[in-house]
């Protein structure tokens, strides 16, 4: 079934076997000494203890070609799962901490997003995320500096450590970033509850929300995401592995589409949640009884919720319901 992806950080889509060979060509120590061992401390208790893992493992990433193996590993898989559209988060803070250049870090995602296109005929946005857990003065930097590469990034995004970094920390920089004319995005509702997805909302005034599950704790909130239609990137398998819900069973995700929201499914961090877009649409209908009219209506909403335009929306939303018509 065509679909689009728009909850993907590229630095999660990094699988063990080629953190192992990347960090192997570029001599760079990692605690796993091979790919089944890193998968085995894979086993995460919350969001915190996730990030620990996921920062150390983006050390690897170094050169140009790095970010462009990284990218061009992810889309094709996408595209095999019949991703027709795919916007891709990066945290250029994690890297540029480390030493590496934003342009080496964008020229890589890049070059793989252009090849892409011509070879795997699949539509792609960059968004920029900002790390939560560092100061807005540190956002702003970043900012500034993607600037000179406005033309490839089309989005801003706000991610990591939700608990102690509400949105409103961000409040300038996010008013900033839609004045110079980016569509913004922020996780909340995830880790944090409905306050932080109405303070999303308010105060960065974000087009969109990562997970936002926890929005369903407040009805008057749930009333106006409905209303507005506001777009929510679900990710199932995430939440069970960062133990936001107890088991699938118990995922709320359901009751989001039923309740009218603009819900999608989305993979977030694929290497270590155990599967891609594809999974979580799979294991998210075997656990909640999914109609098939219910899956057909989260891959409408995710081209509905995607950034494109309205022309190219369309044509992938009549992709969509021909797929629909044609396959028993
Ligand atoms: N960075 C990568 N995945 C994330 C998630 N699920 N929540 C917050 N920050 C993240
Ligand atoms: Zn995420």
């Known amino acids: 079934m065509p679909k689009a992806e728009l909850h993907l950080h590229i630095e999660g889509a990094l699988e063990p076997e080629l953190m192992i060979e990347i960090g192997r060509r570029n001599g760079v120590e990692l605690p796993w000494p091979d790919a089944e061992s890193a998968r085995r401390a894979y086993d995460f208790r919350d969001l915190q203890s996730f990030l620990d893992i996921y920062y150390r493992a983006t050390s690897v990433l170094i050169r140009e070609e790095d970010f462009y193996d990284l990218t061009t590993a992810y889309l094709r898989k996408a595209a095999s799962q019949h991703v027709r559209h795919a916007e891709v988060f990066f945290d250029p803070q994690t890297h540029t901490a480390r030493g590496i250049a934003i342009e080496t870090v964008i020229r890589g995602i890049e070059g793989?997003?252009?090849?892409?296109?011509?070879?795997?005929?699949?539509?792609?946005?960059?968004?920029?995320?900002?790390?939560?857990?560092?100061?807005e003065r540190e956002g702003m930097e970043i900012f500034r500096q993607a600037l000179p590469w406005r033309r490839s990034i089309t989005g801003i995004g706000l991610d990591s450590a939700e608990r102690n970094n509400p949105p409103s920390k961000f409040r300038n920089l996010f008013e900033l970033a839609r004045r110079e004319g980016f569509m913004t995005v922020a996780h909340a509702g995830e880790e944090e509850g409905a306050a932080s997805?109405?303070?999303?909302?308010?105060?960065?005034?974000?087009?969109?929300?990562?997970?936002?599950?926890?929005?369903?704790?407040?009805?008057?909130?749930?009333?106006?995401?409905?209303?507005?239609?506001?777009?929510?990137?679900?990710?199932?398998?995430?939440?069970?592995?960062?133990?936001?819900?107890?088991?699938?069973?118990?995922?709320?995700?359901?009751?989001?589409?039923?309740?009218?929201?603009?819900?999608?499914?989305?993979?977030?961090?694929?290497?270590?949640?155990?599967?891609?877009?594809?999974?979580?649409?799979?294991?998210?209908?075997?656990?909640?009884?999914f109609e098939r009219s219910d899956i057909v209506q989260l891959a409408r909403n995710s081209f509905i919720a995607s950034s494109l335009d309205t022309i190219q929306k369309q044509l992938y939303l009549n992709e969509l319901q021909r797929y629909d018509e044609e396959t028993p």
């Open 112 to 135: 793989a997003l252009r090849d892409a296109h011509g070879n795997l005929n699949l539509s792609t946005k960059l968004i920029m995320c900002i790390l939560r857990h560092l100061s």
């Open 197 to 289: 997805v109405r303070e999303a909302l308010d105060i960065l005034q974000i087009s969109r929300i990562d997970h936002g599950v926890r929005c369903m704790e407040d009805e008057r909130l749930v009333a106006e995401l409905v209303r507005r239609q506001i777009p929510l990137t679900v990710c199932p398998l995430s939440n069970i592995r960062l133990r936001v819900f107890p088991s699938m069973q118990a995922h709320n995700l359901k009751r989001m589409l039923q309740r009218g929201l603009c819900v999608s499914i989305n993979s977030d961090d694929p290497a270590y949640f155990g599967g891609y877009v594809n999974e979580n649409y799979i294991e998210a209908a075997d656990a909640l009884g």
